[in-house]
């Protein structure tokens, strides 16, 4: 096992009913800017159990957030934080809601230049508003952690820092059930491959991490496909074990101690900057690709993920492996991702632009032993075609 | 899965060398009191590594606590931390130090009559002491969680209050070399019971928490025996795997939504109580008896035990469940540690005294349905006999 150092200070009220805890959470005082996407948490009665929990504390909105939030529009935000000296942010919705709110935490107290500098120059983030998080959209993990990712200009670009963490997060599976089918299938995909990107590296002997994470992938494994099947999406179990999962999947704690991978999420952000794919649409195409082109050097955990999560023993070892991505990429297809970037209408043309996209984001040695050159990429990228 | 709250704010450094982390934790104008046990960190050099992380913090040190901290030396330290105005606390131990400490640091700032109430009578404890534990004999998860057990006149007894958690907590496996082999196999026992606590009660579809229990199991039968084998007792991943699971086994995580036991503890403190035998020792002798007087109510948890834990699948379901605790049984033997009360010289004789202080502590409906009569729980005695 590797040294660690594990803190995550977020308080978690996990259930039906538990947006009413928000009142125990937000200091009395607080002026709160309740921060949301689209406007569909006005139409499902989220908003209004959101500001029946604020009880009298004073609050203003922030809408329009949209998936990979972009930062001209969080920046708008700005002068009503200012003018109102908000000092708490409510985060209502998934992880691109919660990741703008982060942005705009940290923006709101950022005096040494202009906001984008925190993400393009790594400026020093010294102080922040703290914020808290009612989770609408289980997947990104972004509610009980430190970390972010805003697009600019077809840059989609991560950043993070601690003070950005949550103070708190609303886990209310019943807020999911008013999810569109490709919600649904997007956050279940992107927890997997999370899980994945912490787990399919080499083998540091942490046996608590492994088996953690196998639980993980086999809980989204069982429970995804019910929660796209039209009698049994609406138990709540199902949500609950998927909201759980999805929320442990990058918390720090399957993180804590073992070597990380990535590379399936630094190209896919090129192709949700570039394109505008759904994120976790760009994990399934890119995941199984790096599988099989890294195959040789994550050989031995491939083997434990083919026996431990997918019970497969028979055949030899190459066999073995075969299987497991087959499986893994028959469990993408089970829930409508594709897994290949023609079913997103790109082909061996455009591989030339995603890793300029790569090199210009600084995005040159990939992978858990950071050895996957931009010649490495191209051949995941052809594999994933 | 039941609704619950989840916050553990402890933060972990674990790893060869983390013992300096206590100078990024504890602040820098802290008056620190070092609070050990019978002495074993001056030997080890533990103790010097201690305080040169505390730089040059103003320290002075108390030691003494014995295993089952006892309510008479704790509160010795009083007029010390007065004298000196301590305002830190760190433990340097296992779970009896850090379980001292913790009563310390609440009885330190109790102004409502004699710290005793704070157990006796469940007194408020509205402040106290802060405190930070280096961890030396993983078993009972103190070091991260808000609970501790104090004994007072053959009265153990727990309390709990989120202002005793630790803030930090230093995991060395490196440290845990010198532990006895008595310590080692205590240590796995306890924490592999606290996992069962949590666990083996009934099924409330919580897959997530089911694999992370299973998985801590399933690591702590496998490095346990190799912690005690000559040949592979030094191997520091099979240390760091069974201070990790010890940790994760009592941090609160696996017990987020789902019901809880806890009857073996709660008979098994009587038995430290009035007997003196080591805590771990106690649960190895009352949890499969448990196991086998609830095995009806417990069935199907016990049926997935079985199946996912000791990969038992062949047998009729009774033959299977017999199976499992069988093989828990023998576990324990493997760890030397006894399973019958015969083996502590304890006999039918001296059930009706225990039974007793259960009923003057107020143990008279144990169980995760708080079923366990004191008429089943002499039931339980019988079988452990």
Redesign the interface.
């Known amino acids: ?18 947006i009413e ?1 928000i009142d125990k959470e937000i200091p009395q005082d607080a002026k709160v800017l309740v921060i949301y996407g689209g406007g569909s948490i006005k139409k499902n009665g989220i908003f209004d159990q959101v500001i029946d929990a604020l009880g009298g504390r004073e609050w203003a909105e922030f809408s329009g957030i949209e998936p990979n939030p972009n930062y001209d529009t969080l920046i708008k935000s700005l002068p009503l934080i200012n003018d109102m000296q908000v000092d708490y942010l409510l985060a209502v919705g998934g992880g691109s809601v919660i990741d703008g709110a982060k942005f705009i935490a940290a923006a709101a107290k950022f005096e040494a230049g202009e906001p984008w500098d925190i993400i393009a120059k790594r400026a020093k983030v010294s102080q922040a508003l703290p914020l808290g998080a009612v989770l609408t959209l289980p997947a990104t993990g972004s509610e009980s952690n430190s970390s972010g990712v805003v697009t600019r200009n077809g840059h989609k670009l991560p950043f993070t820092n601690k003070l950005l963490r949550p103070q708190f997060a609303v886990l209310d599976p019943q807020v999911t059930l008013s999810l569109s089918d490709r919600q649904i299938s997007n956050g279940i995909v992107d927890a997997f491959v999370h899980v994945m990107e912490q787990y399919l590296t080499y083998d540091v ?4 991490q ?3 994470s ?3 992938l ?2 989204l494994i ?2 995804g496909p019910k929660a796209l099947n039209s009698e049994t999406k609406d138990d709540l ?1 199902v949500r ?2 998927a909201m ?2 999805a929320t ?1 999947a990058l918390n720090g ?1 399957i993180a ?2 073992v070597p990380q991978d990535w590379t399936a999420h630094m190209i896919g952000h090129e192709l949700t900057g570039l394109y505008d794919i759904d994120h976790a649409r760009t994990l399934s195409i890119t995941f199984p690709a790096v599988m099989k082109v890294r195959r040789d050097v994550k050989r031995d955990k491939l083997l434990q993920y083919a026996e431990r999560v997918w019970h497969v023993v028979d055949g030899n070892e190459d066999q073995r492996i075969d299987k497991a991505i087959e499986l893994t990429e028959n469990f993408f297809k089970t829930m409508n991702v594709p897994t290949r970037l023609s079913e997103i209408d790109l082909d061996a043309t455009h591989i030339d632009t995603i890793l300029e996209k790569l090199q210009q984001h600084g995005m040159v040695a990939l992978g858990e032993r950071r050895e996957i050159t931009p010649d490495i990429t191209r051949i995941i990228l052809e594999a994933a075609l």
Request: proline share 2%; aromatic share 12%; glycine share 10%.
């Open positions: 096992m590797l040294n660690f150092s594990f803190h995550n200070p977020t308080s978690i009220h996990f259930g039906v009913g538990q805890k002997n942490a046996k608590v492994d088996r953690f196998e639980g993980l086999m809980t069982e429970e179990d609950a074990n759980w999962s442990l704690l804590a101690g």
